[in-house]
């Protein structure tokens, strides 16, 4: 279903799942909500709320979850860290 045919409701039921498991990562060594596809998903989600003014609270996006490679290989996970700007 399309963003914009969502209501009001699942629109903001949708963006708050996503922010609550970015605040779970920055807890958690593993880190499900920091792909860039998931990134893109609540920007077009905040940007639908922005469109119908609803109230919502901006997702924190931690600097780390921009910065976090994941290499899995040999059934063991390696995290990468990148440089920072």
Not at 29 to 43: N, P, R
Not at 48 to 55: C, D, T
Request: charge should be negative; hydrophobic fraction near 35%.
């Amino acid at each position: 279903m399309a963003i914009e045919n969502l209501r009001d409701e699942n629109l903001l039921r949708f963006y708050d799942n996503i922010r609550e498991q970015v605040e779970a990562d920055k807890r958690s060594l593993h880190k499900f909500a920091a792909g860039q596809s998931v990134k893109e998903y609540a920007e077009a989600l905040r940007g639908e709320m922005i469109k119908r003014r609803l109230q919502h609270t901006p997702i924190d996006w931690d600097r780390d979850q921009c910065s976090l490679k994941i290499c899995v290989a040999g059934g063991s996970t390696t995290y990468f860290r990148s440089e920072l700007d």
